[in-house]
């Protein structure tokens, strides 16, 4: 045997109490009551034993107990326990002590194998208690079995990824264990175990819901969008993106153990979040100009799933309305971005958006129920001459005073009893423009008034800065005649 130096000082975690002998239960009535409290007597006096640090009592009293009422679960797993404290006893005992007081019997590898046979026959009786995994691991580490201990305890932490006695006899092992032998392991041991059962692949944001069954992250959420039920087993659950957590440890675990497939996933994941400069997730409903800041309610499950992804990604997407002649998207939309995203507790979000700039789409394509759109963005075309450059400065800066002047008429009417309007009229005051900015102008300065779909489909598709400026003219003063073109 080695000596203490070479030995790695393991603590081991999870085996400080022995657990108590339950009453008398009804499935267990096949056995005489008398018989009951002798096996319960054995089990409370090794029980102070082992709490006392006596552990060849303990062990005598548990093997008295398991002699009478084989295969009870309480006595495997202190048995098991008491002959492991007793081996990291032996095992801490300096060589001196050894000398001085000779062993009687056991010794620490014997102590171990005895152990993990307890433990064995335990993971037979009750494999879905995290205990068993705790003993059976440590029993492992005892035995300087360290890859199949962290694979032992990998196992349990699938049961319970919370579990303070397997996350610390983990993070004892990745002590010892070099990484070398880790990365052995890891190529070996890729079962369906972290597979989540939703999309059948590798799980990522690993999040494990009340009823005790882990998921993806946006799987879960994904399937909530349809009903407040756990995918697998349909307990009813209460959890929202805002209120549940990544389980941290499991998905450290998952991401150290196979790197090459998380990261594929990672990547799979950010190309549906991440669209790029040019793409852009749609929204289909009508037509939105830039310089408008608009509120949206969301609920439909496709729009929900697309609205998270956005919000982990650019928090933009694109806006756009139905062609009531053909039924698909018209070929122009505008960029908005998310400024504001409240979710309800039922799953429906609240977006306070503003949008900014036009493009045309050159392809869409369906992804999850939702459209993304391969765009182009548009501009106007700018004037060409010095002259025509002076003229639309000219026509911009009058523009502009007209519609300050015209803003304030507005509001001072508004101030006399309509809330509303003034609410409106003050937010498109924010969103005024810089002068330097005449394309962005002359769209503002269409949504100060009211426009028909129609109406704000022809401005966008307008490339001339000067036309719309003098359109949006037409308007106010039109309005401020009493006639407004609706
Ligand atoms: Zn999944
Ligand atoms: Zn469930």
């Known amino acids: 045997m080695s000596n203490d130096e070479s030995l790695p000082a393991f603590t081991l975690f999870g085996l400080d109490d022995a657990e108590n002998y339950g009453l008398v239960t009804e499935a267990d009535n096949s056995l005489p009551l008398d018989i009951h409290n002798q096996v319960f007597q054995l089990v409370e006096k ?23 009422k084989p295969l ?51 993971m037979n009786l009750q494999s879905s208690s995290v205990k068993t995994y705790t003993i059976k691991a440590c029993a492992l580490i005892l ?45 070996a041991e890729r079962s369906d175990e972290f597979d989540c059962t939703v999309c059948l692949k590798l799980l990522y944001e690993p999040i494990t819901t009340p009823c005790g069954h882990t998921f993806c992250r946006s799987c879960l959420f994904q399937s909530m969008d349809r009903g407040n039920k756990c995918p697998l087993c349909r307990t ?55 310089c408008q800041k608009l509120s949206l309610h969301i ?50 979000f609240v977006l306070e958006l503003e949008s900014h700039r036009r493009c045309r789409i050159v392809k869409a394509w369906d992804q999850d129920g939702y459209r993304v759109a391969e765009v182009e963005w548009v501009a106007d075309i700018p004037p060409q001459s010095d002259q025509e450059k002076a003229d639309l400065r000219e026509l911009t800066s009058s523009a502009a005073s007209f519609a300050r002047s015209w803003l304030e008429r507005a509001q001072e009417a508004a101030r006399q009893g309509d809330r509303r309007r003034l609410e409106v009229l003050l937010n498109v005051e924010s969103m005024i423009p810089t002068p330097q900015d005449p394309e962005r102008f002359s769209f503002w300065l269409a949504t100060l008034t009211d426009r028909r779909p129609s109406e704000r489909l022809e401005l966008l598709r307008l490339q001339d800065t000067g036309e719309r400026i003098r359109r949006g003219l037409i308007y106010l003063r039109s309005v401020e005649r009493g006639c407004r073109m609706q």
């Open 236 to 290: 009813v659950i209460f959890m929202t993106p805002r209120t549940c957590a990544v389980s941290v440890t499991l998905n450290n675990i998952i991401q150290k153990n196979f790197p090459e497939e998380y990261a594929e996933r990672k990547s799979e994941q950010d190309t549906l979040v991440h669209l790029g400069n040019e793409s852009m997730p749609l929204f289909v409903m009508d037509v939105i100009i830039p």
């Open 143 to 187: 035995l300087e079995r360290y890859e199949v201990a962290r694979d032992t305890i990998l196992s349990g932490l699938q049961l319970d990824p919370f579990s303070d006695p397997l996350r610390s006899n983990l993070q004892e092992l990745e002590k010892v264990l070099p990484t070398s032998m880790i990365k052995t392991y890891e190529k």
């Open 46 to 68: 090794g029980n102070q034993a082992f709490n006392e640090s006596r552990f060849e009592e303990a062990i005598s009293c548990y093997s008295k107990a398991y002699s009478i």
């Open 72 to 122: 009870d679960p309480t006595v495997l797993s202190n048995r098991s326990a008491a002959y492991i404290r007793y081996g990291q006893y032996l095992k801490q005992r300096s060589s001196s002590i050894s000398e001085y007081r000779p062993l009687n019997g056991f010794d620490m590898s014997m102590l171990g194998e005895l152990a993990l046979k307890d433990a064995d026959k335990l």
């Open 299 to 348: 609920f439909e499950p496709r729009y929900r799933l697309m609205v998270r992804r956005i919000m982990e990604g650019n928090h933009r997407m694109g806006m756009v309305a139905l062609d009531s002649a053909t039924g698909s998207p018209v070929d122009v939309a505008c960029e908005v971005e998310i400024t504001e995203c409240d979710p309800l507790p039922d799953g429906r």
